[in-house]
């Protein structure tokens, strides 16, 4: 597995792809990405059209990013590639063990540590004794 930074310009959605990025989902993976840096490469196929991580782009064509890590499934049919896309996503569905999460949120409220947390929900963590300062 090699990867491979390619232009921005040169990705391409795939225009029936059946998972939804709403603009707060969008608005979230930016600031991730922000402050982590981009660590998961994109999938994409030979010509450049994404397979898995159209969030991830989209939220980079938001940050004004030129060009994304990828790396290249040429070795995919054209029906594994829409059996991945749809197992890629439907796989990342899960539940939270909400007390090993608040464990490790409540190790990160340490002095000196200034972490922004993209995707959580400031009620949720109140709820759960997170202070949200």
Not at 111 to 130: A, K, N, Q, S, W
Request: some cysteine.
């Amino acid at each position: 597995m090699k990867i491979e930074n390619v232009k921005i310009e040169e990705l391409k959605a795939y225009e029936k792809n059946a998972k939804k990025h709403p603009e707060d989902q969008i608005t979230k993976i930016a600031a991730s990405i922000k402050e982590f840096g981009f660590n998961q490469p994109l999938v994409i196929d030979k010509d450049g059209e994404v397979i898995v991580g159209h969030g991830r782009l989209l939220a980079a064509k938001r940050l004004g990013l030129q060009e994304l890590p990828c790396i290249r499934a040429t070795e995919l049919t054209d029906p594994q590639i829409k059996a991945y896309r749809l197992a890629d996503n439907k796989l990342n569905e899960s539940g939270w063990d909400m007390r090993e999460a608040v464990d490790e949120l409540k190790e990160l409220q340490t002095p000196g540590v200034d972490i922004t947390l993209p995707g959580f929900d400031l009620i949720d963590l109140e709820r759960y004794g997170i202070d949200v300062i």
